[in-house]
């Protein structure tokens, strides 16, 4: 398991350190389910760590001093004005929270506490604002010539001439993004507004001094993450594999890191995108689902082993449409029965493990998701006794609670996600459909009310009938099956039919088999 992995070469590099896992975002609007492996990617590397017996803080900070750069589709279009602000002084939408930034990181707060993380979090205002930060900037301005070489060294970028590697909040707009510092005497500095500094925010072109300590004003991105490294004493941090591109942002920040603030590089942990339906997402662009909606979708331990079960390395393609749920739950439940020694499979075992919410994993009888879908949707059948037959022992109340949250499960995905196949109806009068029934096919479905008749009325030996009389008769699948479901739901596609005919009652079964069966009454009587 690839968190055994990298704890162990953590532990390797540093044996007998105190650790400090950090993470951090940027709240710049409802944030994206993609953001969630990396929270999801320390918790374990926390938890992995803590197991072996490290002293370890897992930290995450919600970068709440970055300027709005963009506006999200979702927003009012007067928030243009906010553009360069910083989001902590951003007012919040909707009435709600202290500031936009605090509205949108709490809803993302809320996801991954009921996954299961729960960091420290901290607010890059406040390392600002309580001068935290006061010894890192003075350290950037002393510095700032090195600190422009080693940007057009690795970076190949002249962005940092002639001014110095601070943003101030302009005392005259309140904008961050547009601001340049032009001088640095050891006490204050001397900044300018500039209307054409960046492309998506207009700065209003004051010209002002000011000290740049507590709060008054921030590092650049990649000064700032390598400060972040040196005053909270980060020791591992991992991030998109975006960051890792040679003469990217984590190549110069760990050159900041080292050179600047001589400071150690946190252990990296590269990892892949998350692509939610072949796209990568972003806060600001409505692309993709919101961390908020797939965490409604999904029971948290299942939203957690989507995430964790990959390699860092691996990218995630997830598109919860379709049969995506119902194999996801299968592969959930091989790992359950491997973390409780049913098989033999160590890997899966660990990754169910990582996969907990928190305290003991679930223990309870775990019906096949699909077949709890499927049973829900049968009129006559009561689902919960049909699963206590497969369990073959009374339910307990552990049992009771799986069973509870499946179905809550299945229902949420058979409203949002199932495509037609999984979702049916059943027909109370024989459909009028049936009359474009083949001949061949009326003969199929005589000959099944037969076997209806005289066969064990369970699903299994059923199915096995279905199959050998398709065979005998030499129909297509297509044929043979399509009969079945347009005579009894329908349409020309169902769930299994063996299975699903067994669950109905017999007597029903039969009379609609030999009715369908019948030659059509002509057209016109
Ligand atoms: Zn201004």
Request: hydrophobic content about 40%.
């Amino acid at each position: 398991m690839w968190v055994d992995l990298v704890v162990e070469e953590i532990l390797r590099e540093a044996p007998s350190h105190r650790h400090v896992v950090n993470d951090a975002k940027t709240p710049s609007g409802h944030i994206h389910v993609g953001a969630l492996r990396g929270v999801l990617l320390h918790d374990c590397v926390t938890r992995g760590l803590r197991d072996a017996g490290a002293d370890v803080e897992y930290i995450y900070g919600f970068d709440d001093y970055d300027p709005m750069d963009d506006l999200p589709v979702y927003l009012p279009r007067d928030y243009e004005r906010y553009l360069g602000v910083p989001f902590c002084n951003v007012p919040a939408p909707e009435g709600g929270g202290e500031s936009y930034a605090r509205y949108y990181a709490q809803e993302f707060i809320d996801v991954f506490t009921r996954l299961g993380a729960t960091p420290g979090v901290y607010w890059t205002s406040d390392l600002y604002r309580s001068g935290r930060f006061n010894e890192a900037i003075r350290i950037a301005l002393d510095r700032a010539q090195e600190i422009r070489e080693i940007d057009r060294e690795i970076r190949g970028s002249r962005g940092l001439e002639g001014r110095y590697p601070l943003h101030v909040i302009c005392q005259q707009c309140g904008r961050i993004g547009t601001t340049a510092v032009v001088a640095w005497d050891g006490r204050e500095v001397e900044y300018e507004c500039r209307p054409d500094l960046v492309r998506w925010a207009q700065g209003c072109g004051h010209r002002g001094r000011t000290a740049p300590f507590d709060g008054h004003a921030k590092l650049p991105y990649r000064v700032e993450w390598a400060a972040k490294w040196f005053v909270l004493g980060v020791t591992v941090e991992g991030a998109g594999k975006d960051h890792f591109t040679r003469g990217g942002t984590h190549d110069v920040a760990s050159a900041f890191c080292t050179r600047i603030f001589g400071a150690r590089v946190p252990h990296p942990i590269p990892y892949e995108f998350f692509l939610y339906g072949g796209k990568k997402m972003s806060s600001s662009r409505a692309v993709g689902a919101f961390a908020r909606d797939l965490a409604e979708a999904m029971r948290p331990e299942l939203l957690r082993f989507l995430m964790v079960r990959p390699h860092p390395r691996k990218q995630i393609d997830f598109d919860p449409a379709g049969d995506t749920i119902p194999r996801l739950y299968d592969e959930y439940d091989r790992a359950a029965e491997a973390a409780q020694g049913e098989a033999e499979d160590r890997d899966l075992a660990r990754t169910f493990y990582f996969s907990r919410v928190a305290g003991d994993p679930p223990r309870g009888f775990r019906p096949r998701f699909s077949k709890v879908a499927f049973l829900i949707q049968m009129p006559t059948v009561d689902a919960r006794r049909v699963l206590e037959r497969d369990k073959g022992a009374p339910y307990t109340a552990e049992d009771e609670r799986e069973l509870e949250q499946r179905i809550s499960d299945a229902r949420r995905w058979l409203e949002r996600f199932a495509l037609p196949p999984a979702r049916f109806t059943l027909q109370a009068e024989l459909p009028e459909a049936a009359r474009a029934l083949t001949d061949a096919q009326r003969q199929f479905l005589r000959r099944l009310a037969e076997i209806v008749q005289a066969e064990a009325w369970e699903g299994e030996p059923l199915h096995t009938r279905i199959h050998e009389l398709k065979e005998e008769m030499g129909l297509t699948p297509r044929e043979a099956f399509g009969a079945i479901y347009l005579i009894v739901l329908g349409k020309d596609s169902g769930p299994q039919a063996g299975w699903f005919l067994a669950t109905l009652d017999r007597e029903f079964v039969m009379r609609r088999l030999r009715e369908a069966s019948a030659a059509p009454a002509s057209a016109g009587e």
